[in-house]
């Protein structure tokens, strides 16, 4: 073995142990640079492709870059890396420019258009555009778009790679998105009973996205079971993370668990603060604004928040409602709907309904 590729493969392999941290775009970044500097683009274009998905929770913009230089050079895909994988990047970044107020619709569905291209192109399973389609309509706040997509990818074959868990996971997400607590709670229940299980983030992501679906049922020792074991699932801030942490933060909040709130709290707001996607953010403000609400109502003193120079609670209140409206304002404007701001008010109104019918 070579002195490069020993360098560059130690790097590849310590990187992809570590698994969306920090650090694995760190080692990444300077195998593109090892292979960059000895012009082996098949060897840039495997680090690249690692980089695209594995920083694109920390910094979205970089993985937005190499994703694009992996498209411009992917000629020299081999064993190392197939074509396919690099196209199945596409998911990684519609996800990111439904994301961000900054794109608009046209460079959107511009996109989609490129992905099933491409996809038709290498006899992908369109049902994975479909499965993206459907997360782009909900997060850019188009309801009947997403139920049209959502009918289309229920009936379209699946591919060789596709996670029945995960489907049913993006079914719940789905029916919770729509306020049907009751179906979601029953695409739910298999994963939540533990039948069903895999590796790619579940059951933690419907454990999460069922809490508030739990309490509304006053299925409450369910409620705690599953918060706390998604809690134990929760490792870093890859992908879901935040969403994931917002979810258990309003739950928290909900049934006025200070202590707990503020482990959460003290650990995912300066992450939410600085890091991920704004709809990641949106969110976890939400969740935060409710765990505020709750310090006001057992009148405690509020704890050090990331981000805010007070520790009176009303003014936090006030600060988290321009932050969380101002944001609102920008995806609704980008998306010509109202539908983020609805989304918040619709938070705001569910914590308050929902304290008066806990025991």
């Not at 498209?71 to 196209?87: D, Q």
């Not at 995960?166 to 998105?177: E, F, G, I, K, M």
């Not at 579940?202 to 454990?207: D, L, V």
């Amino acid at each position: 073995m070579s002195e490069f590729d020993e360098k560059y493969f130690a790097l590849i392999d310590s990187a992809q142990e570590e698994n969306y941290s920090p650090e694995t775009a760190n080692k990444l970044a300077e195998a593109i640079q090892l292979a960059s500097d000895e012009g082996r683009k098949d060897c840039e274009l495997l680090a690249r492709y690692l980089y695209t998905f594995s920083i694109a929770p920390v910094d979205p913009e970089k993985s937005l870059v190499s994703f694009a230089w992996c498209l411009a050079n992917i000629e020299h895909c081999g064993p190392m890396i197939p074509k396919a994988s690099i196209i199945e990047l596409y998911s990684i970044v519609t996800g990111i420019l439904r994301s961000y107020p900054d794109y608009s619709l046209q460079q959107i569905e511009t996109t989609f258009q490129h992905m099933e291209d491409e996809y038709r192109k290498l006899g992908l399973p369109m049902r994975d555009v479909l499965h993206c389609r459907l997360y782009g309509k909900l997060g850019i706040g188009d309801r009947e778009g997403a139920t049209e997509i959502y009918k289309k990818w229920k009936i379209a074959p699946p591919g060789h790679r596709t996670c029945l868990v995960c489907d049913r996971s993006t079914s719940v997400l789905y029916h919770v998105y729509l306020d049907q607590p009751e179906r979601a709670l029953s695409d739910a229940e298999p994963i939540l009973s533990g039948k069903m299980s895999c590796g790619d983030g579940q059951p933690m992501i419907t454990q999460c996205a069922s809490l508030i679906p739990l309490i509304r049922a006053s299925r409450f020792d369910e409620a705690e079971r599953h918060y706390r074991e998604s809690v134990n699932q929760l490792g870093n801030i890859g992908f879901a993370g935040i969403w994931s942490a917002g979810r258990q933060l309003f739950y928290l909040s909900l049934i006025g668990d200070l202590e707990r709130g503020k482990v959460n709290i003290d650990r995912f707001l300066k992450i939410a603060n600085t890091q991920g996607t704004p709809t990641d953010r949106f969110g976890y403000w939400l969740a935060s604004r409710s765990f505020v609400s709750a310090h006001i109502e057992q009148n405690h003193e509020l704890p050090e928040l990331d981000g805010f120079d007070t520790h009176d609670s009303q003014e936090v209140l006030s600060l988290l409602d321009e932050k969380i409206f101002s944001l609102s304002s920008r995806f609704d404007e980008r998306n010509k709907n109202g539908e983020y701001t609805r989304i918040a008010n619709a938070y705001i109104t569910l914590f308050d309904s929902l304290k008066t019918a806990l025991p």
